[in-house]
């Protein structure tokens, strides 16, 4: 099948219904931009609903179709992969012929260590090229990358590790944040020991500014290897032909629980959605330059750093560096005049640093920006007041679009390249082709327009989304498939407009979402509770001008406990960051009486993040003891 066929529709709304009422049709058209070994010749396979699979009786290779077959049709010498780092600082470029190199050897260097297909294999680096490479490597081979954020602790990775069970573990001597070093080799060794099943190999990628080699940590349980040194012996992987079906990574994103979800990626669906949305919803060919600024860590960073703009035969941008004061609030400018940027993807907590930093943009003047066509917003809502500033000082179209780790592309946006729509901002405007979007109330009842409720999505989700969650089919069904019979629980409220604009208000659980970063109050409560002071605690979510939403802590402590406030603080600051990361970013305790809870004891949590952020609140009937509340109030309007 050509890669180059893929069937076009004029409207969104052609497509959309198309996808509705044909979805063999519409998936099997999108699938022939994909370079098959075995070509699909059904879509969905619906046999072990509500589990399902797409592109059951396919094959193909994932990093065939994001390298080899550009370098085959004549793409080798262009450039692949940018790399900028404001922190070294560092640029380099890969054209697809070396991408495709490096990429083999690694892949080389995989199977020289035991690897072979179905293997998990952990990734914790930084953004570094390498970071790319591995991951491609492993799909070349039929393994499974689990990428591990870089701001998580010790602990966070060996609960990861546990979970996936890997063999080999890729690593850097560190990653670099504004001020400091960060030294990932002591934590990948503390990681190991506290792991019950530790990899067996790791494999470090020596910085020259960071301390810490391989050699260094001869003496552990686990073998360490040198990157490059590996690299230099190894013979080039062929890419191996995998069931589209086939996992091709497991990414771990925070639940309610303090316990990760492993969310699992396929193959083939993967490779089709991601191939269908750079044309139609980003607008990009082959040839052009995609920016977004995530980190590999992150499911943006998966989908739109690394697989989906290389699919699609275009360049993309990895960025090590912050969007402020590496150096100053011109760096999103400066890449994208420095690289002829056609579309830059970020996070609004971004654009909203940028914005604190230089309200007046007098950064952006200094660059020339001509290259730009659009400004893509996720992870979080883009709010209205940051979407007017950006639309304003970019006279460009911002966009916002939603969706989650779980789901692996939009849920819904303004296809750019199918169709631009009218932007309404607050909103990620419609549902994408192949995601039946509705809203239900409590009891599983459909609401109408501009009614507010849970978003759910009518099954099967299209493909590319999650496949299941690794090794646990029940927590799956649980977590997502059985609150409301026949939809998948997005876990986000909101509603419907009367033109289907979908308006995303925020979570309808315990899940936080701090400067773009989807974080787990549970994990963080779990820890807290930890402290040989604290009888009790509860962890919520509350606005923050610059960063979404930020993390904070209300405790009472054992009785007869005498502890001087800000020392608790401290201390439950320290274990936290030492526990699950920097990047929780808790940092605000309040020692309280008690906390309010319903009689059958559950704390509620949403009323007090309701209190703190001014919200209006009802008081459930089933409250225990009022008083509570009204005591807490004070503190939580402050
Ligand atoms: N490794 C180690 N530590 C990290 C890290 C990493 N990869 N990423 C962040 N951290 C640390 C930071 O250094 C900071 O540490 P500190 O408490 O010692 O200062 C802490 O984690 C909190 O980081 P963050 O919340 O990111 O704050 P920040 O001030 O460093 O940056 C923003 C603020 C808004 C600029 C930044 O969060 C950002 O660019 N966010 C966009 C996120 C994103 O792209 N999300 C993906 C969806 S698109
Ligand atoms: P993650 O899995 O880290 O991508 O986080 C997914 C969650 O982030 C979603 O469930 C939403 O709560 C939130 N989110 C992501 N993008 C948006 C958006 N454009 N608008 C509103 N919320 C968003």
Not at 129 to 146: D, F, K, N, Q
Not at 300 to 310: A, F, M, R, W
């Amino acid at each position: 099948m050509s890669s180059s066929e893929q069937a076009s529709h004029t409207t969104y709304a052609d497509a959309y219904r198309e996808s509705m009422d044909q979805p063999e049709k519409f998936w099997l058209d999108a699938a022939r931009a994909v370079d098959w070994d075995v070509a699909p010749t059904k879509a969905l396979d619906d046999s072990a609903a509500p589990i399902y699979r797409w592109f059951p009786d396919a094959s193909l290779n994932t990093s065939f179709n994001a390298l080899d077959r550009h370098v085959r049709d004549g793409r080798g010498d262009q450039t692949a992969l940018i790399f900028d780092s404001a922190m070294v600082p560092a640029k380099t470029t890969y054209t697809y012929a070396e991408l495709l190199e490096q990429v083999s050897l690694f892949a080389g260097v995989l199977k020289d260590q035991g690897v072979v297909a179905g293997d998990r294999v952990i990734i914790y680096m930084p953004m570094i090229p390498e970071a790319a490479i591995a991951m491609l490597a492993c799909a070349r081979i039929g393994a499974v990358h689990s990428v591990v954020f870089g701001g998580f602790a010790a602990k966070e990775l060996a609960t990861r590790i546990d979970d996936a069970g890997p063999v080999v573990l890729v690593t850097a001597s560190g990653g670099l944040e504004p001020g400091r070093t960060i030294e990932y080799l002591p934590m990948v060794e503390k990681a190991l020991q506290l792991s019950a099943t530790p990899a067996h190999t790791v494999i470090v990628k020596n910085r020259e500014q960071i301390p810490g080699a391989a050699a260094d940590y001869k003496s552990s349980a686990a073998a360490w290897f040198d990157w490059d040194e590996l690299i230099a012996d190894a013979t080039p992987a062929d890419p191996v032909s995998v069931a589209a079906t086939d996992p091709l990574y497991i990414l771990y994103t925070s639940g309610t629980t303090g316990k990760p979800k492993g969310v699992v990626r396929d193959n083939g669906g993967h490779a089709v959605a991601l191939t269908w949305t750079m044309k139609n919803l980003y607008d990009i060919s082959p040839g052009q330059v995609w920016w977004t600024a995530s980190d590999v860590g992150w499911v943006v960073g998966h989908s739109y750093i690394v697989y989906g703009p290389l699919l699609a035969g275009a360049t993309t941008v990895m960025y090590e560096g912050k969007p402020v004061g590496t150096p100053d609030a011109g760096a999103f400018w400066r890449i994208i005049s420095e690289y002829k940027v056609s579309a830059l993807f970020t996070a609004p907590t971004a654009i909203r640093a940028v914005r604190k930093a230089d309200p007046d943009a007098k950064e952006l003047a200094k660059y020339d920006i001509s290259s730009l066509d659009t400004l893509f917003a996720a992870g979080e809502r883009l709010d209205p007041d940051t979407y007017e500033w950006a639309t304003r000082i970019l006279d460009r179209p911002v966009v916002d679009h939603w969706w989650q780790t779980e789901t692996g592309w939009a849920i819904c946006a303004n296809l750019r390249g199918l169709e631009p729509m009218e932007i309404k901002a607050g909103s990620p405007t419609v549902a994408c082709p192949g995601y039946r979007v509705e809203i239900v109330d409590g009891k599983g009842e459909l609401v109408g327009p501009g009614t507010e409720g849970n978003i759910v999505i009518g099954l099967p989700l299209p493909p590319g989304t999650l496949a299941g969650l690794w090794r646990d089919e029940d927590r799956y069904v649980k977590s997502y498939l059985s609150t409301f019979d026949g939809y998948y629980l997005t876990g986000d409220s909101g509603y419907i407009d009367e033109d289907n604009y979908v308006f995303v208000l925020g979570r309808s659980d315990d899940v936080i979402n701090v400067a773009g970063h989807r974080l787990s109050t549970g994990s963080m409560e779990a820890v807290v509770a930890g402290h040989p002071a604290v009888a009790e605690c509860a962890v919520i979510g509350i606005h923050d001008e610059l960063k979404g939403q930020r993390p904070s802590g209300y405790v009472v402590l054992k009785s007869g406990v005498d502890i001087d406030p800000e020392t608790l603080r401290q201390e439950l600051v320290a274990r936290v960051r030492d526990q699950i990361g920097a990047v929780a970013t808790f940092r605000d305790v309040t020692v309280v009486a008690a906390l309010p809870k319903t009689r059958s004891g559950k704390i509620l949590r949403k009323t007090m993040r309701q209190i703190a952020d001014n919200e209006e609140y009802t008081v459930p009937s089933t409250i225990e003891d009022a008083s509570v509340l009204d005591e807490l109030s004070k503190l939580l309007r402050g």
